[in-house]
């Protein structure tokens, strides 16, 4: 619960376990393949100039977002992309950030290996930060930190691009519970497609 006085102990099957299932089913998958058929390279995903342009449109109503910053940078097995907007909910100053890392490789064997131990680190590290007062959840995909007061940070792999994404909102009032909900629809939004094709709308767009 949300209005948890005490750190919870995370929700997972153990992150070295995780990871030893992807490279397991990993290595299975390589040693079907002919000695003589070289892998093929996969290339990072061409991520969006502004990666603010994937808030859906009623959600940035509802938080009042503006302000947007974005910015872009790619290189032959990395791209990153940012986003940083401002808002307000119930009265209370909002900060919203994104964060979206697409990985390139020789193969995706290599890639889900990659994926996955970066994950594992950053939700090591996001576990690391909790303060007694906040619940860390962990997933075998995903991590998430709440703090009673609103704010919340959630990472999360992103199958489509070969990388994860992070939804970050800074945050100090009411209704905490409904700021960790658009926390979770747009991780959603970011890391279940490829940004920019298909992306749901959601909140009153009234």
């Given amino acids: 619960m949300l209005a948890t006085t005490r750190r919870t102990a995370p929700r997972r099957t153990t992150t070295g376990c995780s990871i030893g299932v992807l490279v397991a089913a990993s290595l299975l998958a390589a040693g079907c393949a002919s000695e003589d058929e070289a892998p093929e390279t996969i290339p990072v995903s061409a991520l969006p100039e502004d990666l603010c342009s994937v808030v859906p449109a009623g959600l940035a109503k509802d938080l009042a977002l ?31 950030e994104l964060r979206l890392v697409s990985l390139g490789g020789d193969d995706g064997a290599a890639l889900r290996t990659a994926m996955t131990h970066e994950i594992a680190g950053a ?82 767009d009234d």
């Fill in 123 to 204: 939700c090591e590290m996001l576990e690391s930060r909790a303060e007694d007062d906040q619940v860390f959840e962990q997933g075998e995909t995903d991590c998430e930190l709440r703090d009673p007061r609103g704010s919340v940070v959630r990472t999360a792999q992103a199958i489509p691009v070969y990388g994860w994404g992070s939804v970050i909102i800074d945050y100090d009032g009411e209704n905490a519970a409904a700021v960790a909900a658009y926390a979770t629809f747009l991780s959603g939004s970011l890391t279940l497609s490829v940004p920019g094709e298909g992306i749901p709308d959601a909140g009153n």
């Fill in 66 to 96: 503006g302000s947007p910053t974005a910015q872009t940078t790619q290189d032959d097995d990395r791209a990153l992309a940012t986003c940083s907007m401002q808002g307000t909910y119930l009265g209370s100053d909002l900060t919203l």
